[in-house]
């Protein structure tokens, strides 16, 4: 039997943290991704503020699933040392959120040009990633974000393999699989299946790449989340609405409608 937790983009109901904190409890929901507050990613703040909004967070009964940074969302022809600057932040960050998890991305390849050709730089920064990570007791999560090294199935599986470390994980994103033409389910999910420690609720359509409320596009997450249960997964299942024009964004209506949707599939199980 599986143990299923939701978890939320807040930044999506509003910028404002007491609205995000007034909606995610309005929805029963009691984690939250943490990515933006205010105009500015929560890692861009000093660790002071962290501290003081995370005793917001807690006191209002909301614990952080992940932290939801940008790491590897640079391209990967771009300089790399200061990005490696910001992912020691991001750890700090994390400390200070007390979570066990950093979502983060393998980097855009060039427009027209080979992912292949960029294998190797891609894992050299993970690896320098890995390394200033180890004995943090965080999980690094690899999101399949579109246009990165990691946005197909595939090439997600080569680099999870290819690195090879206990504290390397998937995100799952069904949405973002529709909008790279994955056959999510079996496919992408099978091959994948080993390393999922996360998913992100999202759903997409094939013919246009709109966002949709889990269960109603073609991402199979009642399928996915029908395997995690039968094979007894607990983790996270963190809802990205994506409801405005497929941007962030979207606030307290749809965001209940995307929290529905989860709880509509979840209901079916």
């Known amino acids: 039997m599986s143990k299923f937790l939701i978890s939320a983009f807040g930044d999506e109901i509003s910028p404002n943290i007491d609205e995000q904190i007034r909606v995610l409890k309005q929805n029963g929901i009691h984690y939250l991704e943490f990515r933006n507050m205010g105009e500015m990613c929560i890692i861009d703040y000093t660790l002071d503020e962290i501290k003081q909004t995370h005793q917001l967070l807690e006191d209002n009964g909301i614990r952080i ?6 790491i590897g969302k640079i391209s990967i022809t771009d300089d790399f040392q200061p990005h490696l600057e910001r992912f020691k932040k991001a750890v700090e960050t994390a400390w200070a959120l007390k979570t066990d998890y950093i979502r983060m991305f393998s980097f855009y ?47 997600c599986l080569d680099l999870l393999d290819t690195l090879d470390c206990p504290y390397v994980k998937a995100v799952f994103d069904p949405a973002n699989f529709v909008q790279c033409g994955e056959i999510v389910y079996p496919d992408a999910f099978n091959m994948l299946k080993k390393y999922i420690a996360y998913i992100h609720i999202k759903d997409s359509l094939y013919a246009d790449h709109s966002v949709m409320p889990a269960g109603m596009g073609d991402g199979k997450i009642y399928e996915v989340l029908s395997e995690l249960d039968k094979a007894g997964f607990e983790g996270f299942l963190s809802i990205e609405p994506h409801l ?23 209901s079916r199980l």
Do not use: Q
């Not at 004995?135 to 990691?150: D, M, P, Q």
């Not at 497929?246 to 949707?261: I, Q």
């Open 65 to 70: 699933s992940s932290l939801a940074s940008p």
């Open 109 to 155: 390849i060039p427009a027209g040009e080979s992912a292949a050709a960029y294998r190797d730089e891609v894992l050299s920064r993970w690896r320098r990633f890995i390394e200033e990570a180890k004995g943090s007791g965080l999980t690094l999560l690899h999101e399949n974000e579109r246009v990165i090294y990691g946005d197909t199935a595939a090439r």
């Open 244 to 266: 405005n024009a497929n941007e962030p964004g979207g606030g307290p209506a749809k965001f209940a409608v995307a929290a529905d949707a989860l709880k509509d599939v979840l």
